[in-house]
């Protein structure tokens, strides 16, 4: 008898999500089957269980994700960094599975916007091999995903949410090319937020500026690296750039991250840059956000707008290296701040939604 395993579906938007079993999948070549450990509830979970983005049904949802191998297919015997695999190995993988030689995947080194990509917690799991998203017991990963052996030094709490939070991060931080001693601001302080402000940290910035509109999380966010915090609810824009430049000797801040996903943060924060600043444009997601700026600031003072959506493999890798580096430095363990097992994955989603919690923990 075929052995079956559970998943939390979305059959429709708007609705609860659904416990349903599924048979398991037999182990292809190149792919491998992982019992999942842990998967944290992204932001963009939330958004298409709300039907606020557009998604296919039936869908497990669930991306960032950290599970054990059971079974490897024919031919998988290393990770993407060159590391042994074996039965029992923890892993976590990229959120896609590229294919790594259409235009966007060989010629512009952009893997998340390949001609043939899957990406899990995101395509329907109407057909085998079904375990296609991390609310599950199981999930089935394919040839073209980048699978990372995780550090012993690490929980699986710790580096579920590398998967998307952490690398999407860390892809911003190389686009913008922070240089030792410069300084920062960093527009959100949630679970991008947190990682940005350790990153920046870790690589020597000077001013580490975080704004937010909740306390507990800029207090929060301190032992994270921030040096100062702006809760700039009810400030005005002007009082905004007036504080950050106060910060920076009265130039602005060298490089902007925008991780709250709000799009009337960016004029502002375009404000903050000094002459030659760059803005990375990482949190708005959906469409719809739009904001108006005069092009001739951007000319004159020589700004730069860059927007990431998802990342590289290299930049998971470097995310994981950077927990493990770091684990005495920063608490990221204390960014899960809530727990649920899969049967209370909408009370989880709720948790999640409300903005109450840093990361919401799903474990099956
Ligand atoms: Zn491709
Ligand atoms: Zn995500």
Redesign the pocket.
Known sequence: MTKTARAAVMTAAGMDLEIKEYPLPTVDQGCILVKITCCTI????VHSWMGRRKAPTPMILG??IVGQIVELGAGVTHDSGDRLLEIGDRITWT?MDNCGKCYYCREKELMMKCRHLKKY?HDSCEAPPYFSGGFAEYCYITPGTCVIKVPDNLTDEEVAPA???LA?VVAGWEAAAVKPFENVLIQGAGALGFYGAALARHYGCGRIIVSDILDHRLEFIKAFGATDTLNVKGMSDDDTIRAVRDLTGGFGVDCVLEVAGIPNLIPPGLKCLRTGGRYVEIGNSSPGANFTYDACDMVWRRLTLTGIHNYDAKHLQMGVDLLAMNRGVFPFKDLVTHRVNLDDINDGLRIADSGEAVRVAVLP
């Open positions: 992204c932001g963009s979970d991306h960032e959120i917690g998967n998307c939070a999407t």
